[in-house]
């Protein structure tokens, strides 16, 4: 009797912790964010050196919402968090295009 009670709380934890990894979707990018840079070139000083788990999963079909999935620990404890930041770079983009098509006319 304790046999099948221990390896029912075995299965009931294993479930627990597999059931978010059967349950995330699919990386459509999968882009991991590790360094933060001092300038906007792949040469340049390397600033920072990010700690946790960073990766760009999707866009939206504006360009303005992304799906950012991130991962850390705390001492024994793992955490993830998958969601939509929005960053307005499309907005800005298009901002920057219309100001270079005014200076130019």
Do not use: H
């Not at 912790?17 to 882009?31: Q, S, V």
């Not at 991130?70 to 939509?84: A, D, K, Q, T």
């Not at 930041?85 to 005014?102: F, G, M, Q, T």
């Amino acid at each position: 009797m304790k046999k099948a009670l221990a390896l029912a709380i075995i299965l009931i934890c294993l479930v627990l912790c597999l059931a978010p990894a059967w349950a995330a979707e699919p990386p459509a990018y999968n882009l991991k964010v590790k360094q933060l840079y001092a300038k906007p070139d792949g040469r340049s000083k390397v600033v920072y050196e990010i700690p946790i788990e960073v990766k760009l999963l999707d866009i939206s079909e504006d360009g303005n919402w992304y799906k950012v999935y991130i991962e850390f620990s705390l001492g024994p404890v793992r955490l993830n968090y998958s969601g939509w930041a929005y960053i307005p770079v499309a907005n800005i983009l298009a901002e920057r295009d219309a100001k270079k098509v005014a200076t130019l006319e």
